[in-house]
């Protein structure tokens, strides 16, 4: 029985999530916007069509929103995680192989029935999803994962579709690969499409047909493995594994620039713990560090500053790598420096299977222990309770720097006192 590569894809899902929450919204105009109320960077299917581009500054379209009655919502990430968390359950329950792609889009497998019609599944899986978590999805299907992508942009493109393109099924595909910018197609960034465009090649259909050895030339196996796909062969491996990230990275801008080492400090010592956190709910060590800061873009003396450390024994304890980055942070900071953003990535990730210890260990490991405890102690309150119930002194705010936002809905799903009450006679 022959396999069929899945991609499913959340409509507008920063707006969906909003407009699942309030259902007041629901039905009208919504942007969201990214940190610090900047720009814009998810719209409601009403904003798409009434010609609201992404990526503008919202004080640039603020009046005209305004004019248009369009409601405005500041980017709520908790929620966003919460519901992906709680979509990307259902899909795995019902597909063989799930490969979580993004906070809103994921990749599977499944078989196809005898006579390989997975409508009626596709069907299935997007009214269970509305129906337990009210967020449109859309559903492409294929034999490989750039044909399923091609799918998933029909799917939504063509109204008739009702969210769903089988693509493996359909015997000329000419037509619809046609439909296809080269722009669109998955794996071809801005630099590919440019060179492709200067040939001539501006669509799925034409990079396909064109000559083999022209894009080995330029851009070797990863052009390659494009161009088989669109051929209708398997190149690209699902890979279920991936929520074992490479690399984990926290960085914000701050609402306000800072200048002094206690502010800077504080920031990073609180990006430590996030990302911490992250490695041990995804049971990873890491043993490569780097923080870096830097002022606005625009300023007129613009800095940048970063450095990086190599941890002895690879960890996810908290104290461990905040301390490391508290000297980090020393010396990355010059005085005099409008500071705007900052940020930690973790490297060089490793499963917390298989721990390297020194051959020749100073340290006590029943310290070890109590430090392990302790952090298992402070995620089990703060999943309980709310990401910041129990920090460590070092991360505390005093004043706040935080991205604004302004326009911040309550997350309803995650915290008690914002669920909604509800009265009946
Ligand atoms: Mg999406």
Not at 167 to 178: A, S, T, V
Not at 184 to 205: D, E
Request: with cysteine; hydrophobic share 35%.
């Amino acid at each position: 029985m022959s396999k069929a590569i899945i991609q499913i894809d959340g409509n507008n899902f920063y707006a969906s999530c909003e407009q699942m929450i309030d259902p007041s919204l629901r039905g009208k105009g919504l942007v969201i916007l990214s940190n610090n109320d900047g720009c814009i960077i998810s719209r409601s299917a009403e904003v798409r069509k009434s010609g609201i581009p992404m990526g503008k500054p919202y004080f640039k379209l603020k009046q005209k929103l305004n004019k248009l009655n369009i409601e405005v919502r500041s980017s709520n990430y908790e929620l966003y995680g919460d519901i992906s968390n709680r979509l990307m359950s259902i899909l795995s329950e019902h597909c063989e192989k799930l490969e979580v792609y993004s906070i809103d889009e994921a990749f599977a497998c499944i078989t196809r029935p005898k006579d390989q019609n997975l409508n009626p599944w596709a069907k299935h899986i997007r009214a269970l999803v509305y129906q337990n978590i009210g967020i449109p999805i859309s559903i492409g299907i294929g034999v490989n994962k750039v044909q399923s992508k091609i799918a998933n942009h029909i799917a939504k493109s063509i109204e008739e579709n009702a969210g769903i393109f089988d693509m493996g099924i359909i015997q000329n595909k000419d037509q619809y690969l046609n439909l296809i910018e080269i722009e669109k197609v998955w794996g071809v960034g801005v630099k590919m499409s440019k060179w492709f465009r200067r040939r001539g090649i501006t669509n799925a259909r034409e990079l396909r047909d064109m000559k083999r050895e022209e894009i080995k030339y330029k851009f070797g196996i990863v052009g390659i493995r494009i161009q088989n796909e669109l051929k209708g062969e398997i190149c690209i491996p699902l890979n279920s594994n991936s929520l074992q990230r490479k690399q984990i990275s926290v960085s914000r801008s701050f609402s306000y620039p800072i200048s002094n080492l206690e502010e800077l400090s504080l920031a990073i010592s609180h990006y430590i713990l996030i990302a911490c956190a992250k490695l041990r709910k995804y049971n990873q060590l890491c043993s490569e560090l780097t923080i870096f800061t830097n002022s606005s873009l625009y300023s007129r003396d613009y800095f940048r500053n970063d450095a990086t450390s190599k941890l002895e024994i690879p960890s996810n304890n908290s104290v461990t790598i905040l301390k490391e980055s508290l000297l980090l942070t020393k010396k990355i900071f010059r005085p005099y420096n409008k500071l705007t953003k900052a940020g930690v990535i973790m490297k060089k990730l490793q499963s917390d299977k298989y721990q390297q210890r020194m051959l020749f260990n100073t340290k006590d490991s029943k310290s070890d222990l109590q430090l392990e405890y302790l952090d298992s102690k402070i995620d089990s309150i703060n999943k309980k309770y709310g990401s910041n119930t129990l920090n460590w002194a070092s991360s505390v705010i005093e004043k706040d720097w935080s991205p604004s936002r302004k326009k911040l809905s309550k997350l309803r799903t995650k915290c008690l006192e914002n669920i909604p009450i509800v009265f009946c006679n």
